[in-house]
C-alpha cells in the first residue's frame, strides 16, 4: 500500500476531444495559469491531419472547463513564424510576469522543432514576439520572477554528447538568451534514465522554486512518461537544491495508460493555491487532460529529503 503524492481529481479526464467545437483528435499537454481569479488552460490539440494547434479552455474551480469557439493559436500564416511552425503549434506554457503572460509553445516545421514565445495581456488576442532558439529545443519555461535584472528559463536541448537534459539561459530582453548551463541529467538505471525535460512553469515556496518535470524510461513495450519534482534556490535558480529520487506520478488510469501513446502523463502546468496545495495538470496518453492535487510542502520535502544528486 503506498500513499499518493498527487491525489487524482474523481472526475478525470477533465478535458477531452468531445469537449472541443471544432474538430479534434487530441486534447492534452496543456498549459495553465490563474488569470482574474479564473483558471485558463491552453491545450495542445491534434488537428485530423496530425499536425496540433493550441486551444483555451476556462473554468471557475479549475476541475470543470469550457472551451472556447475558436483556437487560440494555430501555425502562423506569414513571416518568419510560418517557416516554422508549418508542422503545428504544441505544448504551451504559460509564464505571468510583469503584468502580461508569456506563453512558450514549440514550434515544428521541416527544419525540426524549436521554441516560440508569445504574448497575451487578457487571452483575448496573442502577439508573437520571436523564436527564441534553434532546432532540437523543446519544453522551455520561463522562470515568473526575474534575477538581477534578467530573465531566466529551463529549456531542454538535445545532442548525442548530451542527450535531453535540462539547462538554464538568461536574457535581458526575452529575445537574446545565453550564459547556458546544464543543471539536471536523467540518472542510469532509474525512471528518468532514457530524457528528462522541463514541465510546468516553477512556483516560488518558502523553500525553493518547485519545479515538476518530465522522466521516460524506455521498456520492452516502449517508453514510460512520469513527473518528478526539483527544487531551485529562491535567488540562483541555476542551484539546485534537491532533485527527489521518487517520481510523483506514473501512467495508472486507464486514459494514461493506453490512448494515442500509451504510458504518458505530461505536465505543462502547476497552479499553486494559498491553502498550500497546487493543482497539477497533465496530458494522459497523449489523449486527454487530467488533473490532480499534492501538499506543496510534500513535494519540497521529497526533493530535500529524498534527494538524489542533479548530475
Ligand atoms: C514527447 C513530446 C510530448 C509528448 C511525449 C509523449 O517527446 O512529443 O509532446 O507528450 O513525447 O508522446
Redesign the pocket.
Known sequence: MSEAIVERFKGNPILTKDDVPYPVATV??AGMVKHDGRYVMLF?AHRRNGRSIIGLAESEDGFHFRVRPEPFMVPAAEGIFAAYEEFGV??PRICSLEGRYLVTY?AYSKHGVRIGLAQTEDFESVERISLITEVDY??VVIFPAKFNGRYVRLDRPHSQISPWSIWLSYSPDLVHWGESRLVMKSAPYHWDEM?I?PGATPFETDRGWLHIF?G?FRTMDG?V?RLGVALHDLKDPSKILGVSDEWILQPEDPWEITG??HN?V?CCGAIPEEDGTVKIYW?G??TVMCAGTAQISNLVDMCLEKARPPY
Open positions: 492534452h499537454n495542445r504544441e505544448d514549440s523543446r519544453n530524457k525535460g518530465h521516460v517508453a512518461y494515442y501513446v504518458v505530461f496530458g496518453a497523449d
